[in-house]
């Protein structure tokens, strides 16, 4: 009895919802090609950016080109300065549209922002039309369907004590046995293979086929990123947002702005009252511009100060 009406029904359900959480899951992570994607057309930088790490390093690879272009400077207290020109390029118009809430602002602030913004999230999508990226729509599916199987489970567990007790009741001493061993059997199995589940579904990146064009990327060591539509990129800029797009912001690539990212330096224990005050005014004393001090961008000469006729660079 036990057999028919306990243990086969929680068998089925369990392989349905296992079935349903891998199918879920494949649909998320290898979304289907809506619009291929020509195969020597190249990756622009954000897209690199996109495949490499999702939202955040899109945000931070036009961060860097706003700071090479001398449109995002880096203030000494390692915030940034959002005073330039609107530009062209949908991405970096995102990054100074956070100028809203104030001119200087922090970078950590401005990349996550700027990482939800609509201008971000065509990059992805243009990606996932191409199974190149994960499909974030599928995120909540695969999700629920995680919790799917874990109900199943638990009404698996529910039906094998009761046919245990069943047997126990009805069939007379040690037959309790017999639904012990195969319910054990069975969620054993099914055990494992839950464990194994990805416990917290997201869709953040490349797909399988997206990681492997982000690896021929960062197999081509001349690669130089074409820029993404509506944009220009210097030549001389060219070779540093590459970097900033296959690797992301590093002491190597663009210290100030790394820095400001992550927050600046570690604070340093405070002074001594009398060396702060002589600090003080010596500082007072030596520094005509104050606190105002900025960071100049890298790979700007002195006459990049903004003549209009290439736009910036962008």
Avoid: K
Avoid at 27 to 33: S, Y
Avoid at 217 to 229: F, I, S
Avoid at 268 to 294: H, I, K, L, Y
């Amino acid at each position: 009895m036990w057999l028919a009406f306990l243990f086969l029904p929680a068998a089925v359900l369990l392989v349905v919802a296992d079935l349903v959480r891998i199918l879920a899951h494949r649909r998320m992570t290898r979304p289907r090609v809506c619009t291929p994607r020509p195969a020597r057309e190249p990756l622009t930088m954000y897209e690199v950016a996109y495949l490499r790490n999702g939202n955040a390093a899109v945000a931070e690879t036009a961060m860097a080109a706003l700071h090479l272009a001398g449109r995002l400077t880096i203030t000494a207290d390692h915030r940034i300065d959002l005073t330039g020109r609107r530009p062209r390029d949908p991405v970096q118009a995102a990054v100074l549209a956070r100028r809203s809430a104030g001119d200087v602002r922090p970078a950590a602030a401005v990349r996550d922002e700027t990482a939800g913004s609509a201008a971000v999230a065509r990059v992805a999508a243009r990606l996932v039309e191409q199974g190149l990226a994960m499909d974030g729509a599928r995120e909540e599916g695969a999700a629920d369907a995680n919790d799917f199987e874990g109900a199943v489970g638990c009404l698996a567990v529910i039906a094998a004590i009761a046919a245990v007790i069943r047997s126990a009741a009805v069939d007379g001493p040690w037959h309790w046995l017999r639904p012990l061993g195969a319910f054990a059997l069975l969620l054993l199995v099914w055990a494992c293979r839950y464990d194994g589940r990805d416990r917290w579904p997201r869709a953040r990146g490349a797909s399988p086929a997206g990681r492997a064009r982000y690896e021929q990327v960062l197999a081509d060591e001349a690669w130089e990123p074409r820029p993404d539509r509506g944009s220009r990129l210097p030549a001389r800029n060219r070779t540093t947002v590459a970097d900033v797009s296959r690797h992301g912001l590093s002491a190597l690539t663009l210290p100030a702005l790394a820095l400001a990212v992550v927050g600046g330096p570690e604070p340093e224990a405070a002074p001594s009252s009398s060396s702060s005050s002589s600090s003080s005014s010596s500082g007072s004393a030596g520094s005509p511009t104050g606190d105002r001090n900025v960071a100049d961008p890298p790979s700007l000469g002195a006459g990049c100060a903004g003549c209009g006729g290439c736009g910036g660079g962008f």
